[in-house]
């Protein structure tokens, strides 16, 4: 089966960083990009920040200048780096890679709490 599993979650105060990872199960050969989500408390989930095919990263403007995506190949994994981390951070991040496929298909990590407090 296709897996995408999170790590890296946890607690971290102000202006704190924390990184996530998002492993892919090896038997997902291609992808065709990936994004960040989270969804805080009474919130909708939203896109964070994207890594399209050619490995363009888009951000959230909220996030620009804080947060990055960056990959690993040979791990077969992905990493959110998040820097200069604020209060309203605090959310369930989740993971979502779009395997390559006639029909893509998308995979959901399992979702991860992040909150940032003093």
Sequence with gaps: QVRVVESGGGSAQP???LTLSCQVSRNMLAI?????YRQAPGKQRELVASMIGDDKIDVKDSV?????????VAKHTFYLQMNNLRVEDTAVYYCKVQEAAWNPVDHWGQGIQVTVSS
């Design 15 to 17: 202006g704190g960083s």
């Design 32 to 36: 065709n990009g990936m994004g960040w």
């Design 64 to 72: 620009k200048g804080r947060f990055t995506i960056s990959k690993d």
